[in-house]
């Protein structure tokens, strides 16, 4: 999955080139003198990549060794974490702290959504902005959706149908890739996700339950919308 994820999203016609500008010019808006950034859950980097070039120093903090493996290719200056956000303790503040593409929702319930928060919190600096692109709210999910493409990134052609249902606040989202490749041949396997679904009023809650003082932009990031947070006024630093 780490090998193909990023080209067959791109194929896709995710744009994480506009989707960093668009994080970047929002964080600016609110301290113009961001300088360093985390992302956390970054994946193969594809947001980092972009991000080297808005800000002055960049990490990545992700999970999965495979996913690491592309991201150290594909940022080489980045200082890049093994770690699960759960546990995060870096020991070191960021003026920026991103986490995009739905990746939050992974968090199990709200105590855990809140810690993690907390935890963004406790690596920000005093200017600091915490970025987080959410998976979609309890209020906006579908309780059934299917989707599928083909499309076709270098030597691979790429088959991707899902199904999500929504079984109370969850979405359990089902994955078969068919991975064509010449002297290769065809692959299937399938991956399932589960994640939750927070209502927006949830993620605020939590936001503020971390001391940060959060402000939603709808519209952006495919509709789902970016939540943007700082230290609260008067809070602890
Ligand atoms: C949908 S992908 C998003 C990757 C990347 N941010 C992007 O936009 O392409 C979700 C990522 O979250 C990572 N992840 C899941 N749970 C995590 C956790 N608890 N801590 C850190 N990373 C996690 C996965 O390994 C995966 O790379």
């Not at 702290?97 to 919190?121: P, W």
């Not at 499309?151 to 089902?174: F, I, K, L, Q, Y």
């Not at 064509?180 to 936001?207: D, I, K, M, S, W």
Request: hydrophobic fraction near 45%; proline fraction near 3%.
């Amino acid at each position: 999955m780490a090998e193909i994820y990023q080209s067959l999203h791109e194929a896709r016609g995710k744009d994480y080139r506009a989707e960093a500008v668009t994080v970047a010019d929002l964080v600016r808006a609110r301290n113009e003198e961001a300088d360093s950034l985390l992302d956390v859950a970054c994946g193969t980097g594809a947001h980092l990549r972009h991000f080297a070039g808005l800000f002055g120093t960049v990490e990545g903090l992700e999970l999965s060794e495979a996913m690491l493996v592309r991201a150290r290719a594909a940022v080489p200056a980045a200082v890049l974490h093994r770690g699960d956000m759960r546990d995060l303790d870096l020991n070191r503040r960021y003026d920026v702290i991103t986490c995009m593409f739905g990746s939050i929702a992974y968090m199990k319930d709200a105590g855990e959504l809140t810690s993690v928060l907390r935890a963004f919190a406790a690596h920000l600096t005093p200017r600091g902005v915490v970025a987080i692109d959410p998976w979609w709210f309890l209020e906006t999910a579908l309780d059934h959706h299917v989707s599928g493409d083909t499309v076709t990134a270098g030597p691979r052609t790429m088959t991707r149908v899902s199904s999500t249902e929504r079984v109370g606040n969850t979405s359990h989202m089902t994955v078969h890739y068919v991975v064509a490749e010449p002297g290769v041949g065809v692959e299937h396997f399938v991956e399932r996700h589960a994640l939750t679904l927070f209502t927006r009023a949830e993620y605020e809650e939590a936001f503020r339950r971390a001391g940060l003082r959060v402000a939603y932009v709808g519209g952006v990031q495919s509709g789902r919308g970016l939540f943007l947070a700082d230290r609260a006024p008067g809070g602890r630093g």
